[in-house]
């Protein structure tokens, strides 16, 4: 048999493994909103992912639509056209999800000053679930519909979310928020992890799982997204002279990372060195090592089953007590509970905490 041939047949024999799934479950109609500007991929994977739902589950478990402010074609900001997008005023009653796609500032912009947010409030009401991908979440606050609410959104525009809706709790380690009704989710492709999510919620694990193997995804992603946004930000900051020395320290961040240690590495005295790293990276090089060492312990926690005492050590803390106080500083959560949240199933490995 051949490659393609096995891989058509297990995808055969997957899909018959999970298709009573979906025998009972009820078509669940969806709606992917997007405007001119939109990032095309937080329309596109989501839609990719109900699609390949139903699939999976052998029946109809979503009736997804695209639909707009206004009815027609689109151009989203990577030039590729959309076409025959429905009207949101035509959309019917009853919708069980509602996502408003991401895109750039601009489209951002003109979106939130057309009647689209009124629309989302007025159907909040009738609507299971109303959620959005990326930078949609700025949408989503022109709605009124984050205030008081945990959100998230692209780890690039995190602070932007915290400032236009100051009474959200705006989280920029999480991949999604779930805060029902309301769901709010990262960069791009995020928008995938939580539609993942819904169909796990919906038509329950085994077609997610499903989905997730076709689609050639973590079924739960490991990792937040700041383990890759604040080394870049500080790399993207810094001069040549420092960038390596920043690399090294994101690499490893249990070595030894003492202000003479670093200094010398940078080939400078330790006065110099502190006072030009604080001027281009905007923190100290003791604030910088801590965030990478608790970056590096949010990845362990996430992707292994290691008591503490052990991911305090590979992530460079002295000890156990260390990487707590770290962890209730900056991530305001101990990490027996960021790992109850965002890793494996608890074990008695964090029972510690």
Known sequence: MTNASCSEASSRDQQAGVATAGARQPVRKVALIGYPGVQSLDL??????????????????????LASQDQGDLVSNSGLRMSSM??????????????????????IEA??????????????????RIGSVCSGAFVLA?????????????????????????????????????????????????????????????????????VARNLVLFMRRPGGQTQFSAGLNVQLAASPRLKKLIADVIA???????????ADRAGMSERTFSRVFQKEIGMTPATFVEAA?????????????????????????????????????????????????????????????
């Open 44 to 65: 596109v994977g989501p839609w990719e992912v109900f699609a390949m739902a139903n699939r999976f589950a052998g029946a109809k478990c979503y009736d997804t639509m």
């Open 86 to 107: 429905a009207a949101v005023s035509e959309l019917p009653l009853g919708l069980d999800t509602i996502l408003v796609g991401g895109g750039d500032q601009a489209g």
């Open 111 to 128: 979106v939130c000053k057309t009647g689209l947010p009124g629309w989302l409030a007025d159907r909040q009401a009738d609507t299971r």
């Open 142 to 210: 022109a709605a009124g519909l984050l205030a008081g609410r945990r959100a998230t959104t692209h780890w690039e525009v995190c602070g932007d979310l915290q400032v236009q809706c100051s009474d959200a709790q705006v989280e920029p380690d999480a991949i999604f928020v779930a805060d029902p009704p309301i769901y709010t989710s990262a960069g791009v492709t995020a928008g995938i992890d939580l539609c993942l999510s819904f169909v796990e919620a919906d038509c329950g694990p085994e077609v997610a799982l499903a």
């Open 252 to 262: 490893e961040p249990a070595g030894d990372l003492t202000l003479p240690g670093l």
């Open 293 to 353: 060492r608790v970056d590096r312990a949010k990845a362990l926690l996430e992707a292994s089953d290691w008591p503490l005492a052990r991911i305090a050590e590979r992530s460079g803390f002295g000890s156990l007590n260390a990487l707590h106080r770290a962890f209730l500083c900056r991530v305001k959560a101990t990490p027996g509970d960021y790992r109850r949240r965002f890793g494996r199933r608890a074990s008695g490995a964090d029972l510690m905490s």
